[in-house]
């Protein structure tokens, strides 16, 4: 038996407020990764899929980013309203949220 079926890997990078990368923690990623591991857990899943924070993952420019393997589906601009669509809709229901992938050839090879 597999450890994990999914892992959700979110940047928690924090760059000077003045840094013209910008960073995902200043953009509100640690409140999103906070929400991933509370509803997994309500939902009983967190023996099946982790949240995991992660440093810089160089989609610094698309950021809050959150990249989810083993899919490898990238997500960018997430907000903690947008958690709960990523569980239902990818996580559970295998339909990854294409509105908020990181639109760029190198990330999501399919978007557009
Ligand atoms: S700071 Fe989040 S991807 Fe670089």
């Not at 890997?9 to 910008?22: A, H, L, T, V, Y």
């Not at 420019?61 to 990523?86: H, L, R």
Request: hydrophobic letters at 35%; proline letters at 5%; glycine letters at 8%.
């Amino acid at each position: 038996m597999k450890r994990f079926e999914k892992h959700i890997f979110i940047c928690e990078n924090k760059r000077p407020d003045d840094s013209p990368k910008g960073s995902c923690s200043v953009k509100g990623s640690p409140v999103i990764l906070e929400k991933f591991k509370m509803r997994l857990k309500e939902l009983g899943l967190n023996d099946e899929i982790r949240a995991n924070s992660a440093g810089c993952l160089n989609a610094c420019a698309f950021g809050p980013s959150i990249v989810v393997y083993p899919e490898q589906i990238w997500y960018g601009g997430v907000t903690v309203d947008d958690v709960e669509e990523i569980i239902q809709s990818h996580l559970i229901g295998n339909k990854p949220v294409e509105r908020l992938f990181i639109k760029d050839i190198r990330f999501n090879k399919d978007a557009s």
